[in-house]
């Protein structure tokens, strides 16, 4: 595997797991403490995160950092629809939460 390859690799992984979050470039960007340009840049395979950053990524998207260079033919099996299912559970449950608080309110 070349240098490349592992770069493409990471890119669209970092885009994946953004993209199953739900959240826009500018949200990550924010989260992870660096700018929407250099996200894009990351995205697009332009340029490397420093290990630190990529050490956020994954504390982020809670995974291991290891799981950002999987080739997506090792990824698990319907990994994308466990992984949208479970965002699916956490804003169901936070939409509950918020509801039941209002409720309180009134």
């Not at 240098?3 to 970092?14: M, V």
């Not at 332009?46 to 260079?69: G, M, Q």
Request: no cysteine; net charge negative; aromatic share 12%.
């Amino acid at each position: 595997m070349t240098e490349r390859e592992l770069l493409r690799i990471f890119s669209a992984n970092i885009k994946r797991y953004r993209v199953l979050s739900r959240w826009s470039q500018a949200e990550l960007a924010e989260k992870v403490e660096i700018s929407i340009n250099f996200l894009s840049d990351i995205e697009t395979g332009k340029k490397w995160a420093s290990p630190n950053t990529i050490v956020r990524f994954a504390d982020i998207f809670h995974i291991e950092a290891f799981e950002l260079f999987k080739p997506e033919h090792f990824l698990p099996d319907k990994a994308d629809s466990i992984i949208q299912k479970y965002t699916e559970d956490v804003f169901q449950a936070i939409s509950q939460v918020q509801e039941t608080y209002l409720q309180k309110l009134a």
